[in-house]
């Protein structure tokens, strides 16, 4: 049974850093691309970035481009993204996900990240 | 960037009738090969995402067969034959040809 647990969340002052991870059971970790998306307090879905299954490939929504950095750990079925000079506007429920014909067809439970000072 | 435009974005239903919703892209998302490149996901309340459709017209695994996908190029509908008290939630189109870009969420509630 497919399985992607995030985690790393919290509260961070604006400015600051945080890392998500993602782990990953369930399903062969290192054939799918793997994505992140986020849903701020009360809006819809917003996609942030992919990566392929062997990690060379990766794109970013500009929100989050140059801030942001998604990478993966075939060895741990374990998916990361680094935020960093987080802003208020942040402030969101993060979701990875994992994708093969089309779009994300599995998504995990979503981990609570608040910018705030 | 594409755009993804749905419609209405508030949908009251009567369980038992049917429900359509509209999304329409600013680019074509047919690819050479003949697929459309959108898929229809649903986010019940306080749940993660979950996927329905995808490719246009494929349903995912375990989605139940009273809903479904059409349309090509730019315009597209997901259709649910018979509403049920568990269809409620937010229904979200997505384009999957050139990166991907969520519409801005339908809501089916239950009159």
């Known amino acids: 049974q497919v399985h992607l647990v995030e985690s790393g969340g919290g509260v961070v002052q604006p400015g600051r850093s945080l890392r998500l991870s993602c782990a990953a059971s369930g399903f062969t970790f290192s054939s799918r691309t793997m994505h992140w998306a986020r849903q701020a307090p009360g809006k819809g879905l917003e996609w942030l970035t992919f990566?392929?299954?062997?990690?060379?490939?990766?794109y970013y929504a500009d929100p989050v481009r140059g801030r942001f950095t998604i990478s993966r750990d075939n060895s741990k079925n374990t998916l990361y993204l680094q935020m960093s000079s987080l802003r208020a506007e942040d402030t969101a429920v993060y979701y990875c996900?994992?994708?093969?014909?089309?779009?994300?067809?599995?998504w995990g439970q979503g981990t609570l990240v608040t910018v705030s000072s | 960037d594409i755009v993804m435009t749905q419609s209405p974005l508030s949908l009251p239903v009567t369980p038992g009738e049917a429900a359509s919703i509209s999304c329409r892209s600013s680019q074509s998302l047919l690819h050479s090969n003949g697929y459309n490149y959108v898929d229809w996901h649903l986010q019940k309340p306080g749940q993660s995402p979950q996927l329905l459709i995808y490719?246009?017209?494929n349903r995912a695994p375990g989605v139940p067969d009273r809903f479904s996908g059409s349309g090509s190029g730019t315009d597209f509908t997901l259709k649910i034959s018979r509403v049920e008290a568990e269809d409620v939630g937010v229904y979200y189109c997505m384009q999957t040809l050139q990166t991907y870009t969520f519409g801005q969420g339908t809501k089916l509630e239950i009159k």
């Open positions: 996900a994992r994708s093969e014909l089309s779009g994300p067809d599995y």
């Open positions: 990566i392929s299954n062997d990690g060379t490939n990766h």
């Open positions: 490719l246009g017209s």
